[in-house]
């Protein structure tokens, strides 16, 4: 998967799962859109699916320190190269 | 004991039979049902006897927000639509509802059965992969006292929390428990009710221990029959119910409207068997509520009575007014209307109780058409009554021996 294809596919879950529309790259999640902890976990659910596969309790702590859509896109991108997805 | 006054200054509904205070009001007052044929959930609705629901069968228009949202079933939604409907007509200032000094008293029967289903489902499909996908959510949308803490996260209350579980006193032991927080000053207001949503769980469940109706599945607006002679079970309903509760002198000094005040609430075990109504626990009950209202029986003129339409539960329940009131206060079922709703069911018939008294009206017993002789020594209400209330017990009882007595009172 292209770093392109997972940024559509990032934005889309974010429209249909959060009702975030065209959030920018860089916006700090939780305080402009009120993304919390309760979101996040459904968020790598949504990751999990996207990839089809399953992250490991590590790899899901990981993904905490996240803040903004061009970190997830990274974070989802080193998933799928560890997997050689 | 002595303690504050405590006055209702906003309640609100949503029930089988409507959601406004006038299409509420319009329905008792025309005899309308809100029992209608049990949906199709494509599980338990098939093998179930009972074919009839108390049905909220209109839209609701939410305007909830999707980080409330995200943390809500069914059921938060009914109980988040009337604590906001009850705060917009309170009109208490954001400053007091944050302040600590607001709690909140709110219960359900069990959470979210709708969200519990989709975790069971999710438990039994043997996939790994399902399994994990339980969200994170679904604790916080079917967990017991999901009402009360999505109600306090929407509006910012910060004050206590208190999420009675007890099935069919829910909601009753909200409002008295409530009205003892405000009474002994521990706050100055509570948000009180109760709310349950659809589930066909249940009436699996009264099913079985066959209690529910079935000789009306093709009329389902006959039944329950409150008291009535050809009475055969309850009939399992959903909906909500809120009410605002405050201390007087505040409501005074802030220009409130007051629907009425809270007098006295008894609540009590029969601390013995948890099914079976019980004459001495239920005649103790309505005894300690007159004491905590200092009222004597003959001040009361009005009974909202439990009345669940089953053969045992009327007849004790009849015999247990009678001993108290005697054959003086009216009585009515309300669950003639709209069966019952559960955990709202305490809330919905005090807030009923509430617009009758203030519109000067007592509605009669829907589908009580022949007392069965066993209950006709009280003073039912076979018609519509056109006369002014000033004093009503609002009486509950729940599986586990629980039960409440509410008395509230007129304000002039």
């Known amino acids: 998967m292209t770093r392109e294809q997972i940024t559509l596919k990032i934005f889309e879950i974010f429209q249909r799962e959060f009702e975030i529309v065209n959030p920018g790259l860089d916006d700090d999640l939780r305080e402009t859109f009120g993304f919390d902890s309760v979101d996040a976990i459904e968020l790598l659910l949504e990751i999990e699916r996207l990839l089809r596969l399953e992250l490991t309790h590590e790899e899901k702590k990981m993904a905490m ?12 991108e080193s998933m799928a190269k560890k997997r050689e997805l | 004991m002595t303690g504050r006054r405590v006055v209702i200054t906003a309640c609100a509904a949503i029930t089988p039979i409507g959601h406004t205070r006038k299409e509420i009001v319009e329905s008792l007052r025309r005899g309308a049902s809100g029992v209608k044929p049990l949906k199709e959930d494509h599980l338990l609705s098939q093998f179930i006897h009972s074919q009839v629901f108390g049905t909220v069968d ?22 988040c639509q009337v604590a ?22 709110f219960g359900s029967t069990h959470g979210s059965p709708t969200v519990q289903r989709e975790i069971y489902k999710t438990f039994f499909s043997g996939s790994r992969s399902e399994f994990s996908a339980i969200g994170a959510v679904d604790y916080l949308k079917s967990m017991v006292h999901t009402t009360a803490v999505n109600i306090t996260r929407m509006f910012g209350i910060t004050g206590r929390v208190i999420s009675s579980g007890t099935a069919c006193t829910t ?23 109760g709310a349950d949503e659809y589930d066909t769980t249940t009436v699996a469940v009264f099913d079985n221990l066959l209690a529910c109706s079935t000789a009306f599945n093709d009329r389902p607006h006959c039944t329950p029959r409150p008291f009535d002679v050809h009475r055969d079970g309850l009939v399992v309903g959903e909906g909500a119910g809120a009410v605002l509760l405050e201390e007087y002198e505040q409501a005074k000094r802030r220009g409130a409207t007051i629907l009425g005040e809270v007098i006295g609430f008894a609540c009590n075990n029969n601390g013995g068997d948890l099914i079976l109504p019980n004459l001495a626990g239920i005649s103790e009950t309505l005894r300690i509520g007159l004491r905590d209202a200092a009222l004597a029986a003959d001040q009361v003129d009005f009974v909202s ?14 015999q247990a007014i009678h001993a108290v009131y005697g054959a003086g206060p009216f009585v009515t079922g309300l669950k003639g209307y ?18 009758m008294m203030q519109e ?3 509605a009669p017993t829907l589908n009580l058409e022949e007392p069965d002789e066993r209950c006709a020594m009280i003073r039912h209400t ?6 002014p209330m000033n004093v009503a017990a609002i009486q509950n009882f729940a599986f586990g021996g629980v039960n409440t007595s509410l008395l509230i009172k007129r304000f002039v």
């Open chain 2, 382 to 387: 076979p018609a519509l009554e056109e006369r």
């Open chain 2, 84 to 105: 906001k409907e009850v705060l917009e007509q309170a009109g208490l200032t954001q400053e007091f509802v944050t302040s600590g000094r607001l709690g909140v008293a």
């Open chain 2, 360 to 362: 000067g009206f007592i």
């Open chain 2, 305 to 318: 009575a439990h009345a669940t339409g089953t053969k045992m539960g009327d007849i004790i329940e009849a």
């Open chain 2, 58 to 79: 209109y839209p609701i228009e939410y305007d909830f927000k999707r980080t409330h949202r995200k943390t809500m079933g069914p059921v938060a939604y009914y109980a």
């Open chain 1, 65 to 76: 320190e996240i803040r903004n859509i061009r970190q997830i896109i990274d974070y989802v």
């Open chain 2, 171 to 193: 909601s009753s032991q909200s409002i008295g428990y409530g009205y003892e927080m405000v009474k002994h000053g521990m706050q100055d207001a509570m948000l009180c009710g």
């Open chain 2, 338 to 355: 709209m069966g019952h709703t559960m955990g709202s069911c305490g809330a919905i018939e005090t807030i009923i109780t509430l617009y």
